[in-house]
T-cell receptor, first 115, second 116 residues
Framework: AQKITQTQPGMFVQEKEAVTLDCTYDTSDQSYGLFWYKQPSSGEMIFLIYQGSYDEQNATEGRYSLNFQKARKSANLVISASQLGDSAMYFCAMREGTEGGKLIFGQGTELSVKP | KAGVTQTPRYLIKTRGQQVTLSCSPISGHRSVSWYQQTPGQGLQFLFEYFSETQRNKGNFPGRFSGRQFSNSRSEMNVSTLELGDSALYLC???????????????FGEGSWLTVV
């Protein structure tokens, strides 16, 4: 069965430093997609980055990059040069296949950026 | 390009009542999915609609239902509300079809439902 595991309930990082948020997944499918979302206290789920299972290059979007290690089934999010506005909950999610809108989410990591 | 729009943002209902939440997807997107988020259970998938048909369904009781209109707008309904239905309900929009660049899923701001 599909499963997403985020082992860090909470993390602290100093402003301007880089931080890595861990995510491991379990699936028997060969084709799947991995997503990272940011959720501030307002509740909105903000899309950050996407990695397809067949993508050979690690995904990058501005200050966000995804460290995709397929054999280890991990998809860690790296945020470079942390900003105070990065303080939020971060969720890793997986979709089996490439079409549907069904995501399985991890429990999330609460990131706090210190000035 | 407008994002995913959910209405209402906040609402309070009484146990036993029913509620309808609305979601307008990103223009051109044909897939709308709904999720329930609670502190205890986290984010759970309710159902997905694609081209007015339910394509996927989560493990929720029949009190939770949805539909999609020809313009891809979607509504979800919860009947006979229970205290445990208090949650953030999130709507997600995507093309619903495989794309070379990836079929990204975007969320709206959510509807906060409180059942008293």
């Amino acid at each position: 069965a599909q499963k997403i595991t985020q082992t860090q309930p909470g993390m602290f990082v100093q402003e301007k430093e880089a931080v890595t948020l861990d995510c491991t997944y379990d699936t028997s499918d060969q084709s799947y997609g991995l997503f990272w979302y940011k959720q501030p206290s307002s509740g909105e789920m903000i899309f950050l980055i996407y990695q397809g299972s067949y993508d050979e290059q690690n995904a990058t979007e501005g200050r966000y990059s995804l460290n995709f290690q397929k054999a280890r089934k991990s998809a860690n999010l790296v945020i470079s040069a942390s900003q105070l506005g990065d303080s939020a909950m971060y969720f890793c999610a997986m979709r089996e296949g490439t079409e549907g809108g069904k995501l399985i989410f991890g429990q999330g990591t609460e990131l706090s950026v210190k000035p | 390009k407008a994002g995913v729009t959910q209405t209402p943002r906040y609402l309070i209902k009484t146990r036993g009542q029913q509620v309808t939440l609305s979601c307008s997807p990103i223009s051109g997107h044909r897939s709308v999915s709904w999720y329930q988020q609670t502190p205890g259970q986290g984010l759970q998938f309710l159902f997905e609609y694609f081209s007015e048909t339910q394509r996927n369904k989560g493990n929720f009781p029949g009190r939770f239902s949805g539909r999609q209109f020809s313009n891809s707008r979607s509504e979800m309904n919860v009947s006979t509300l229970e205290l445990g239905d208090s949650a953030l309900y999130l709507c997600a929009s995507s093309s619903g079809q495989e794309r070379r660049s990836g079929n990204t899923i975007y969320f709206g701001e959510g509807s906060w439902l409180t059942v008293v």
